[in-house]
């Protein structure tokens, strides 16, 4: 007897093709946290302040960086790590007021200058400052 259901291997396909769909996108508990991306960026900077070199004490302030500002922003540096891959815009395009995205901005402005500080004991007064002004110590 023939089959009645000559469409099956196209409805598997398809049905395939929805469930990796589905699985590689991030979760949508995960889109647009500022306060993990902002918790994320002040470890990194953390990391920075305590580095043994300028080049590490760089390498983790555009780090902080990138979660700052997100991977459409302008300081984004696609060729360093982003921590906070997955979990949003950046922290200050996804802030959720004008007062957070100002702070974020200025720990973004800190680490700039830190990034670009070419004595450690500079990039580190940097960094640590990024750290405070995210954990809003300052």
Request: net charge negative; hydrophobic share 45%.
């Amino acid at each position: 007897m023939a089959s009645k259901h000559r469409n099956g291997p196209a409805i598997g396909g398809a049905l395939a093709l929805a469930v990796f769909l589905a699985l590689s996108l991030p979760p949508a508990s995960h889109a647009g946290e500022p306060e993990v991306e902002a918790a994320r960026a002040a470890q990194h900077a953390g990391f920075a302040a305590e580095a043994a070199n300028p080049g590490l004490v760089h390498a983790h302030l555009q780090h902080a960086i990138n979660c700052l500002v997100g991977p459409d922003g302008e300081a984004f540096d696609k060729a360093q790590a982003n921590p906070c891959k997955g979990l949003g815009r950046g922290a200050i395009p996804d802030a959720p007021d004008e007062v957070t995205r100002h702070r974020y901005e200025l720990a973004l402005e800190r680490a700039k200058a830190g990034l670009v500080a070419m004595d450690l004991e500079d990039a580190r007064r940097n960094a640590a400052a990024v750290a405070r002004i995210l954990r809003k110590e300052d």
